[in-house]
């Protein structure tokens, strides 16, 4: 790695951190209701919200009052992408007329956009509509992302209360992440993004000549569109000349600003943010990787002032990001180091400038050139590491080992910054297997922020933990048996294995980015996906919330000299090392049989 290079992760680096304090010094502000200023302005228009709404926002809710809530408002979102999607050819704002999206595939998307998620098996510019991707997917990247917000203040009102029944109010948390985070930042950025040249119009589509005619040969068709045969009985072949490209457009700057922030990550065309239109040059490509993991990071911040030592919020962000830099340097140097076997294919032209995959020049396979290696790869990083799935490269054209770090990234639960809110409340959860493993150690019942922590919660921390490993291994073993799953699978051995893991992985731990040699937009992975969205969305929202609901009933214990401490390195170490080693003992075998099996194969020549 040169020292440009170099110079690109630690300005990156740098810029977050620097966000982090005042970022989550506002939005602990806005979540303990003080004046943060802009809610001077914008507090009638809240209240109106909750009026119109029926909702009392001095209201307190038990947490299973919180859950059901949630669980309510959720189904019911997913409901609305649904019909959105199955009615838009007979709404407005669909200037290309497109049709209504089947079933199966309507309802994926519908679980991926709730679940913030955002897996997408379709290609958005020849898919959805102008209205669908506005109503309904903006919207849902909103609100799903509101959502893991508020479920993460819920938790921390349990470590920080005292002697309570409640844990808050569901809608009052969820809209005050909207009105006075989510918005204000997407507003923002979006204005920035149409400076870098980012479309936001409704226009429709636009037909431009191209510099260059292409001709291509291609089989001639029959009215019924059968092959036309000759007197042989042999395909007539006819020669086509496209002299003009169809570009398509529409708002999809407002929808880029908030599927970055909110850690959503679906994009707006099918090639997402590899997309001209979506992620234009350098800086926009960099302020989108910020963007990725802005809230994230500052949550830290907030969790720490929320319970009045902001320590612990250093803590947590510090083991995040000492996982995130190990790992990036791992993508980076696999990926600059390139194909060993297409350098021994290439040696007779070792003086060429313009060699492709070996490693004179690194691996630039399914990389813009515009973003070059480095960029490619601290995106794939950061965007596995948070939950966002956007891509501005072709993960299923990196190295084995490139490739295996964005998957094992989202196989270690997403929590290393992880998704707004669900990233923080995952840590939070291996916080407390952390706290408990060590009060095996020295014989004394575990404690984490003055709170005992007992077998009610280390249940709930089990399923939490257990719930993603059992959706991706148990999906990954009937996708590779069942005659539906193998049938989507475009390529053979190690790296066909590889893309069926990578997109179970990616599913069951709600990220949505894919390896793409993968044939998904089917009944078979469109049903089974969903359904591992789903659960694994809200059937880890559900425990993480009776956790805080147990932990906001018990009283804080005063530290005393068993106490174990969780704001020095050492627990940082400890946190680490819990999150490494169930992440390495859940799936190290499944890698072994895709990526790690490719990279030995690479490496020996074959």
């Avoid at 989108?288 to 949550?299: D, G, H, Q, R, V």
């Avoid at 510090?318 to 790992?327: F, H, I, R, S």
Wanted: with cysteine; net charge negative.
């Amino acid at each position: 790695m040169g020292v440009q290079e170099f110079l690109q992760i630690v300005v990156y680096l740098v810029i977050l951190l620097l966000a982090v304090r005042p970022l989550g010094a506002y939005m602990a502000r806005v979540y303990m209701n003080q004046s943060i200023g802009l809610n001077r302005w914008s507090a009638k228009f809240e209240a109106m919200l909750y009026r119109l709404s029926g909702i009392d926002p001095a209201l307190e809710m038990r947490w299973t009052q919180y859950a059901i809530s949630l669980l309510v408002f959720n189904f019911l979102g997913l409901l609305v992408v649904l019909a959105l999607q199955s009615l838009q050819n007979h709404l407005f704002l669909n200037p290309q007329n497109l049709p209504a999206v089947k079933l199966d595939s309507a309802f994926n998307t519908a679980a991926s956009f709730v679940s913030n998620t955002n897996w997408q098996g379709y290609a958005g510019e020849t898919t959805m509509s102008y209205l669908t991707q506005m109503l309904g997917l903006t919207v849902q990247n909103f609100l799903s992302a509101a959502t893991g917000m508020a479920v993460l203040v819920a938790l921390v009102r349990g470590f920080s209360s005292r002697n309570l029944e409640t844990i808050g109010n569901f809608w009052v948390d969820m809209t005050r992440s909207t009105l006075y985070i989510l918005l204000p930042l997407s507003l923002i950025f979006s204005i920035v993004l149409i400076g870098q040249g980012v479309v936001q119009t409704f226009n429709p589509y636009k037909e431009v000549p191209l510099m260059e005619a292409i001709s291509y040969s291609q089989d001639q068709l029959g009215a019924d569109g059968n092959k036309v045969l000759d007197t042989e009985g042999k395909p007539i072949a006819e020669t086509i000349e496209v002299k003009n490209q169809t570009l398509a457009l529409g708002p999809a700057a407002s929808q880029i600003a908030i599927k970055q922030l909110g850690t959503n990550g679906g994009g707006f065309f099918n090639a997402n943010s590899a997309h001209p239109f979506e992620n234009p040059t350098p800086l926009a490509n960099f302020l989108e990787m910020l963007a990725i993991l802005l809230i994230p990071a500052a949550s830290c911040y907030t969790f720490g002032k929320m319970i009045g030592d902001t320590r612990q919020g250093w803590v947590i962000l510090a083991a995040m990001t000492l996982v995130l830099v190990t790992l990036l340097a791992v993508t980076v140097v696999a990926e600059q180091n390139g194909n060993p076997l297409l350098a021994s294919l290439n040696i007779d032209q070792a003086n060429s400038t313009d060699q492709v995959g070996g490693n004179m020049e690194g691996n630039m396979e399914g990389k813009e050139t515009r973003f070059g290696i480095v960029n490619s790869a601290l995106w794939a990083v950061v965007t596995t590491a948070a939950s966002n799935g956007s891509v501005n490269a072709m993960h299923d054209s990196f190295t084995p080992l490139g490739g295996m770090i964005p998957m094992w990234l989202m196989q270690l639960g997403e929590v290393i910054f992880g998704g707004v809110g669900s990233g923080l409340y995952g840590m939070l959860i291996f916080a407390i297997v952390a706290v408990f493993i060590a009060g095996l150690m020295i014989g004394r019942t575990p404690e984490y922020l003055g709170k005992k922590i007992e077998a009610f919660e280390m249940k709930m921390a089990a399923l939490i933990i257990l719930i993603p490993p059992l959706l991706v291994l148990g999906g990954t073993a009937i996708a590779v048996m069942a005659d539906a799953g193998k049938a989507g699978m475009l390529n053979p051995g190690a790296h066909g294995f590889s893309e069926v893991l990578y997109a179970l992985s990616s599913a069951s731990n709600n990220n949505g980015s894919a390896f793409a040699g993968l044939s998904a937009n089917t009944p078979f992975y469109n049903w089974m996906l969903a359904i591992g969205m789903l659960v694994a969305r809200f059937g880890l929202i559900v425990p993480v919330l009776a956790i805080a609901g147990s932990l906001a009933e018990k009283k804080i214990v005063p530290v005393g000299l068993g106490t174990l401490p969780t704001h020095t390195p050492l627990f940082m170490l400890l946190l680490i090392m819990v999150v490494l080693m169930v992440g390495a003992l859940t799936f190290i075998p499944a890698l072994a049989l895709g990526p790690i099996a490719e990279h030995l194969q690479m490496t020996l020549g074959h």
